[in-house]
């Protein structure tokens, strides 16, 4: 463990301040990512901004009947809120699909949008990774590649992001809040968060330095079934090998790009009238395979239509 200093702040414009002013500067909230990365000296920080304890844990409803959700609530609380489970039913079956109970607890909304990849090589110190350590190749492009991005890679990095909770924020159609160091405010939509990897996969998100999340802001309650679906090689404790989240006719990809994927094209189609095998062909028209994710287009082919078919069930209940 490399020494740093530790702070607490008391509120979101000191804490953005200190991430300012601070070189090498983190914040930690629940630390169930960042922690891990410390040890692993994959993070570095010389500095910690404890944001864990600011007063931005409660889920409101907002006056165009959605709910703001605080970037400090946790993931737990989050799922087992009777609003979002009868309004925003994909959401609490995402972060159940996520990670264990006991991380749950500690996770936070704000955290889970911006954890790490779980790449291998990206965990291997003794292997190059661009994400990792700029300019030192993809330990991926011929290794072992097999839970790798079908949709945005590049030469540069083929990691996918590992949030579940992302991929239905992403089909729900949420806005983010964030405070920033010269202490403006902003909103916009979730899929202007995270970045595809291009020349700079160590630049993960849009967020300017020292910039944050303060909270998630979902729109009022769609029309239509919800469903949210997971394969992954084990039941307990597994990164997901693809997911998808489907809301009405809205659809988010999971553990297939760097980030969340919005299936737009199928989107469209499907609009057009396109059964969903034919919609998600579409969509599939441009993924690639990197020699041992094939499966994963195999897979996602047969994974949207079940969970397009058990959404159109759902909505036509009575």
């Avoid at 979002?84 to 936070?108: D, E």
């Avoid at 330095?209 to 029309?223: C, M, Q, R, S």
């Avoid at 307990?236 to 994927?261: I, M, T």
Wanted: aromatic share 4%; glycine share 10%.
């Amino acid at each position: 463990m490399r020494p740093f200093t530790y702070e607490r702040a008391t509120d979101a414009a000191a804490a953005v301040k200190a991430a300012a002013e601070t070189p090498n500067a983190k914040f930690l909230a629940g630390g169930t990512n960042l922690l891990d990365l410390m040890k692993l000296e994959i993070e570095r920080p010389a500095h910690l901004i404890d944001v864990g304890r600011l007063p931005m844990a409660a889920i409101e409803d907002t006056p165009e009947g959605g709910l703001r959700i605080g970037a400090m609530a946790t993931n737990s609380h989050v799922a087992a809120d009777a609003r979002v489970r009868a309004r925003y039913p994909v959401l609490t079956q995402a972060i159940v699909a996520g990670a264990s109970g006991q991380l749950r607890n500690k996770a936070t909304t704000g955290g889970n949008l911006l954890q790490r990849t779980r790449c291998a090589y990206f965990y291997d110190t003794t292997k190059p990774c661009n994400k990792r350590e700029p300019g030192s190749g993809c330990g991926a492009l011929e290794g072992l590649n097999r839970n790798s991005a079908i949709f945005g890679a590049s030469h540069a990095c083929i990691a996918t992001h590992p949030s579940d909770m992302a991929v239905a924020l992403t089909a729900l159609g949420a806005t983010v809040e964030t405070l920033s160091p010269s202490g403006r405010a902003r909103a916009f939509p979730i899929l202007e968060l995270h970045r595809l990897p291009g020349e700079t996969p160590d630049v993960e998100t849009h967020l300017v330095p020292g910039e944050l999340i303060t909270a998630v802001v979902l729109p009022p309650a769609p029309l239509g079934g919800q469903v949210y679906r997971k394969v992954r090689d084990r039941a307990s404790y597994a990164g997901g090998l693809a997911s998808v989240a489907v809301v009405g006719g809205n659809l988010a990809l999971g553990a297939v790009a760097h980030k969340p994927w919005r299936a737009v094209d199928a989107e469209a189609a499907l609009k057009d009238g396109a059964s969903p095998a034919e919609a998600i062909g579409r969509e599939l028209e441009a993924a690639s395979e990197n020699g041992r994710n094939g499966f994963k287009i195999d897979l996602v082919s047969r994974l949207v239509p079940a969970a397009i078919a058990e959404a159109r069930e759902q909505g036509a209940r009575p």
